[in-house]
């Protein structure tokens, strides 16, 4: 005898089975009875983000504690970037909680590093008008390295222009007139140096000649008239040289003087030619 089988109750049990099967299997992908619970941050970055993808992951000083689940631009403020954090609840989010975009090795996959959070530190609240709260952030490795680079490139710039307006050809015209000026004045004072020390011997020989008249009367009367009768051949007329010399440099730094008051500028870029006053003549050369 043959037993019958209903094709309909067998359509009809493979049918809740299989939804039955299906529903298990979202169940689990869902976590289960294992699922968690999560609350949205978010964080606002004035860097690119570039790397960072959806769903990149959230850590906590290295354990995975959520996802990034948007990216959005700030429409406000072009330049900053607003991330939306899906991060499990209970997760120690605090005040003080530092959010900082970290590459992973060598994959160079981007993700979200989180770190801080003081024990006596209170759990991060929302503030109005923010929908969630927002957790600090600070410029991650890379932001902070182009930042250097860039002062570094240009105080480099900087350097380079101030060098080139000192080796400009005004600049070199000026410092060869300095040098040249130095020159000069040394080359006047060497001659006056010689006259002084030419004076000091004099009166040098005078002094032993005076040194050695003190052995007798006589001799002493006769060697100081020497000594009188060479200090007027010899040495007065140089120290009226002397005289002479000391006020002509006088008179040079008298009008080096009053070129300076005149003309501050013209002690580095050389002397520039001074307007005659009303009712003067052009001097001739």
Do not use: C
């Amino acid at each position: 005898m043959e037993t019958k089988v209903s094709f309909s109750i067998v359509g009809a049990f493979v049918l809740v089975l299989g939804a039955i099967l299906i529903a298990i299997a979202l169940w689990l992908a869902a976590g289960g009875a294992w699922q968690k619970d999560y609350d949205t941050f978010w964080a606002i970055e004035n860097e690119s983000v570039a790397g960072l993808n959806l769903n990149a992951p959230v850590k906590y000083n290295g354990v995975d504690v959520g996802k990034v689940s948007r990216i959005d631009l700030d429409r406000a403020n072009p330049e900053r970037v607003i991330l939306s954090f899906a991060i499990e609840r209970g997760a120690p989010v605090k005040e003080d909680t530092i959010a900082v975009l970290k590459t992973q090795g060598l994959t160079g996959i981007t993700y979200v590093e989180l770190s801080g959070g003081a024990l006596n530190s209170p759990p991060l609240r929302t503030i109005a008008p923010n929908l969630y709260p927002v957790i600090q952030t600070k410029p991650s490795l890379s932001a902070r390295l182009e930042n250097v680079l860039t002062s570094v490139l240009g105080k480099l710039d900087s350097t380079s222009n101030n060098i080139n307006a000192i080796l400009s050809p005004d600049n070199q015209a000026a410092f060869k007139n300095i040098l040249s000026n130095t020159a000069q004045a040394t080359a006047k004072m060497g001659p006056l140096i010689d006259r002084v020390g030419r004076s000091a011997d004099s009166v040098g020989k005078m002094g032993v000649d005076l040194s050695k008249a003190g052995a007798s009367a006589s001799k002493a009367a006769d060697g100081l008239g020497a000594g009188v009768k060479r200090m007027g051949t010899e040495t007065l007329p140089e120290i009226e040289h002397l005289l002479g010399e000391l006020g002509s440099l006088s008179n040079s730094l008298k009008r080096l003087s009053d070129q300076t008051t005149r003309d501050p500028s013209g002690l580095l870029f050389g002397r520039t030619p001074v307007p005659n006053r009303p009712g003067e003549q052009e001097a001739k050369p």
